[in-house]
Nanobody, 129 residues
Framework: QVQLVESGGGSVQTGGSLRLSCVLS????????IGWFRQAPGKVREGVSC????????YYVDDVKGRFTFSRDGVKDTVTLQMNTLTPEDTATYYC??????????????????????WGKGTLVTVSS
């Protein structure tokens, strides 16, 4: 059984940093895309940063470029999202999700994520001004 478990959320002030982690267990596919997504209160879910096993680049949405870093910790069962210079607009529940398949570009699932294969339950990030 595949599970994705996020951790690392919390409350910080504007300008602060948080590091989110997502541990994947039971996941064995060699061709996949994995991403971080967020949903703010009263807003639709949006992609934040995504990686494809078939694309060496990492995709970031414009709002987080230069502030967030998505990485895999050397083994494919843990991914992290380092978030710096946080603002109240970053307040949201953050989810990691994975989709099995071939994706030539890492950014694909950041914009088309309605049918992700697996989702985590999310971790809440609150940024106060």
């Amino acid at each position: 059984q595949v599970q994705l478990v996020e951790s690392g959320g919390g409350s910080v002030q504007t300008g602060g940093s948080l590091r989110l982690s997502c541990v994947l267990s039971g996941f064995t596919s060699d061709s996949y895309a994995i991403g971080w997504f967020r949903q703010a209160p009263g807003k639709v879910r949006e992609g934040v940063s995504c990686i494809s096993s078939n694309d060496p680049t990492t995709y970031y949405v414009d709002d987080v470029k230069g502030r967030f870093t998505f990485s895999r910790d050397g083994v494919k069962d843990t991914v992290t999202l380092q978030m710096n210079t946080l603002t109240p607009e970053d307040t949201a529940t953050y989810y990691c999700a994975v989709k099995v398949g071939f994706f030539s570009k890492s950014g694909i699932i950041c914009h088309h994520f309605s049918d992700m294969t697996y989702w985590g339950k999310g971790t809440l990030v609150t940024v106060s001004s």
